[in-house]
């Protein structure tokens, strides 16, 4: 195990649902992230806290929320989604963001399908 | 910002045969460069990365060359296996306080047995 664990692993919602992706590392990293995988496209980078302040957030729709409660926790808040936000979302931490070496631990996922 | 050009989207070799996967990025200050392989259904991994003071890496079947002058970066695997079968980005970085690796589209390679 890498030691970052993400629930659920499968999720299915309607478009007009809320749900919420969780992610816990037990590594002792201070950054974590969020990033969305797609068929074909590359990793897209949607979120990043460094000690618990979001540091980067890459023009997402107001619709995903992240939480940060502490440096172990991440949280993804979903409301009225669409179809197109289907995706893998993964998870990672990282020990800090301001090094040239931070290696990111990746989460197995979450695989969302909105109907 | 950095961008992350990545080829070939897809690769296929024999088993004992070598495979490229060649990367470019835009920004000249980008001084780290990692590779990650995900195989399928599971999560990505570091298999390698190179900093921009050395040319070139090695760990047993795997290498990374850089060429800071041509801005592109390669991943060599020698004498594959079928479980090197996998989809592999690469990425890099600015080096800057708070700046997040930015990942290639990645390729999926495939090693026939």
């Known amino acids: 195990e890498t030691g970052v664990t993400q629930t659920p692993r499968h999720l299915v919602m309607g478009m007009t649902n809320k749900k919420s992706l969780k992610c816990e590392q037990h590594l002792g990293h201070n950054a974590m992230y969020w990033y969305k995988q797609s068929a074909k496209k590359p990793l897209e980078l949607m979120f990043v806290?460094?000690?618990?302040?979001?540091?980067e957030n890459n023009s997402v729709p107001s619709r995903f929320s992240p939480e940060c409660p502490n440096s172990s926790h991440l949280f993804l808040h979903l409301h009225t989604l669409q179809p197109e936000d289907s995706a893998l979302y993964l998870c990672?931490?990282?020990?800090?963001?301001?090094?040239?070496?931070?290696?990111?631990?990746f989460g197995e996922g979450s695989r969302l399908t909105v109907l | 910002g950095e961008n992350v050009e990545q080829h070939p989207s897809t690769l296929s070799v024999q088993e004992g045969d070598s495979a490229v996967i060649k990367c470019t990025y835009s920004?000249?200050?980008?001084?780290?460069f990692p590779w990650y392989k995900q195989e399928l259904g599971k999560r990505p991994q570091l298999i390698i990365d190179?900093?921009?003071?050395?040319g070139e890496k090695k760990d047993q079947r795997i290498a990374v060359t850089l060429n800071k002058t041509a801005k592109h970066f390669s991943l060599h695997i020698t004498e594959t296996q079928p479980e090197d079968s996998a989809v592999y980005f690469c990425a890099a970085r600015i080096y800057s306080g708070n700046t997040p690796l930015v990942f290639g589209k990645g390729t999926r390679l495939s090693v026939i047995a």
């Open positions: 920004d000249s200050a980008s001084n780290y």
């Open positions: 190179i900093r921009s003071n050395v």
């Open positions: 806290y460094s000690l618990e302040e979001r540091v």
């Open positions: 990672a931490s990282s020990q800090g963001t301001g090094t040239v070496t931070g290696e990111l631990f």
